[in-house]
């Protein structure tokens, strides 16, 4: 379509796709989105919690 672009392919990567594959950061940032996960289904769990008590169901 006339483009300058070349379009893109994932047919000759290699290597990491990201900067922390394999460093001291990896499981780091593992425990780190598991406990953002555990927070938001607490919150989320208090929250309803809270609106079943507010409004009786």
Do not use: D, Q
């Not at 594959?21 to 769990?45: D, R, Y």
């Amino acid at each position: 379509m006339n483009s300058p672009i070349e379009p893109a392919s994932w047919n000759n990567a290699e290597g990491a796709y990201y900067v922390g594959a394999n460093t001291a950061w990896e499981p780091i940032w593992l425990f780190v989105s598991i406990a953002m996960c555990l927070v938001a289904i607490w919150m989320g769990s208090r929250h309803e919690k809270e609106s079943y008590e507010k409004f009786g169901e």
